[in-house]
């Protein structure tokens, strides 16, 4: 019997953990699997292997400090494992379980030949000063080197992480390997083996999901009035193509504040400010207000692109969008996932509309391994085509069985690693 763990009833929301909240999601699909493939479910609820590393790091002053690092590979059924890697804070070893189990599912969704893996080291990395920063990626890259490799385990930038720590962790492999190996990690910078449109490609996979979605509502981006969490790689893309594709972008929050302008912000104008200044406070043409006035605002569109369990049963109710579109992962608690069901708002699921970043890492490890790059033209079309095709696959599916996009998509990604899973069977 592969029994699914169940979420225990003495934990209450805010005890739930991204590990917990993929269960449940896990629990929520599992009825609706083909029945053949029913028995194999096991394998989907445990990652395949993880690895605790001890990352030391000498600082500028000569002393030495500590920090712990993860590499979790959730499933390799379908193919090498693919998931970026976070440099934050909180980083916990359930946290980059849950965010590997959401890349399988995701990488099976747009149909990538990828199964799900994730890292991080839990470290703030703005206390460190850039040589530091550097001396601790190469480290971690040499302790995760046994997992890792174009054809193993191939990752990727996430929260807090960029072109330039790819670099550095291409050059530390590929040093120890005596040969450049362009393709062990993705989201490289262009001129040493990146894709263009690599950059804003999650960005552009959740404006164009986010499109798809309104077609399908009766609206069009034009005028509609969009909130955004996260000013990062997924938020700042997204809000700027929504902007260009004529829609209003209302409010704006990050970890340094939240400002609102109700006829629209200038987003140039506050990036410049937010990279001048660090903080969003003080840009131009806008109010500032708490943190907390972000999820009542009057808005038709909600994207969430920050972290895990932002919306929650404390908020949910108040989120006036009809639309919700994760561009994090894990962002909404079952709970509030409920509740915004329950309220008829649409959300369209970070494994469905975040999966424009893998997708576009896929076409750069194609390019890298065929020493071949393609244009930006050719990149975007190939992306739009694939998030479109999977926007329709899951929609259908939601149709036909009458379930959330959340699940439609779980069970879509759920069934393809499974049908893997079981052809290969199980050794030995
Ligand atoms: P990033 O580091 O570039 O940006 C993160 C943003 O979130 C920053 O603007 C930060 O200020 C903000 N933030 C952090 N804590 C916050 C808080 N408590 N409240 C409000 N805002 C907060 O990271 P990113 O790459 O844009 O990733 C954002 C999310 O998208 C993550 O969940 C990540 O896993 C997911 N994602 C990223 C990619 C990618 O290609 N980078 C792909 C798929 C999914």
Not at 91 to 117: D, H, I, Q
Not at 199 to 218: I, M, S
Not at 411 to 421: M, P, Q, T, Y
């Amino acid at each position: 019997m592969n029994a699914i763990t169940p979420i225990p009833s003495y934990l209450s929301e805010e005890h739930l953990g991204p590990w917990e909240t993929y269960l449940a999601q896990i629990a929520e699909v599992a009825p609706h699997l083909a029945p053949e493939l029913r028995p194999w479910i096991g394998t989907l609820t445990a990652p395949k292997r993880s690895l605790i590393v001890d990352v030391p790091v000498r600082r500028d002053d000569g002393t030495i400090i500590h920090f712990e690092g993860y590499r979790v590979q959730h499933s390799l059924s379908r193919g090498p494992g693919k998931g970026g890697i976070r440099f934050h804070p909180q980083v916990t070893l359930p946290e980059v379980m849950a965010l590997a189990a959401w890349m399988s599912v995701k990488n099976a969704v747009v149909n990538v030949p990828f199964g799900g893996a994730k890292g991080g080291i839990r470290v703030d990395p703005k206390t460190l000063s850039l040589p530091e920063l550097e001396r601790l990626t190469r480290r971690y890259a040499s302790e995760i080197n046994i997992l890792v490799g174009e054809e193993k385990d191939i990752p990727a930038p996430d929260v807090n992480t960029n072109e330039q720590v790819m670099a550095w962790f291409m050059d530390t492999y590929s040093v120890n390997q005596g040969k450049t190996v362009t393709g062990v990690v993705t989201g490289k910078p262009v001129m040493m083996g990146g894709s263009l449109g690599r950059r804003d490609a999650t960005g552009r996979g959740v404006f164009v999901t986010t499109l798809e979605a309104l077609k399908k509502q009766g609206r069009t981006l034009e005028g509609a009035r969009v909130a955004v969490q996260g000013f990062g790689n997924v938020g700042e893309a997204a809000a700027r193509l929504m902007a260009g594709a004529g829609a209003k972008i209302v409010a704006l929050q990050d970890e340094t504040g939240t400002i609102i302008n109700p006829s629209g912000l200038d987003l140039a104008a506050v990036r410049a400010h937010r990279e001048a200044s660090r903080t969003l406070f003080g840009a131009p043409n806008c109010e500032a207000r708490a943190a907390e006035d972000f999820w009542s605002i009057d808005c038709d569109i909600l994207v969430v692109a920050a972290l895990e369990n932002q919306i929650t049963e404390a908020n949910a109710g108040k989120i006036k969008a009809r639309l919700v579109v994760e561009g994090a992962n894990g962002p909404t608690t079952p709970t509030a996932d409920a509740i915004l069901a329950e309220r008829g708002v649409l959300v369209i699921p970070d494994v469905l509309a975040n999966a424009g970043g893998v997708t576009v890492s896929y076409f750069e490890w194609v390019q890298d391994i065929s020493a071949f790059f393609w244009s930006e033209e050719e990149i975007n079309a190939r992306l739009d085509r694939i998030m479109r095709e999977a926007f329709a696959s899951v929609w259908g599916l939601s149709e036909t069985r009458g379930i959330s996009l959340r699940t439609a998509s779980f069970l879509l990604g759920c069934e393809r690693i499974l049908h893997a899973r079981k052809l290969r069977g199980l050794y030995p």
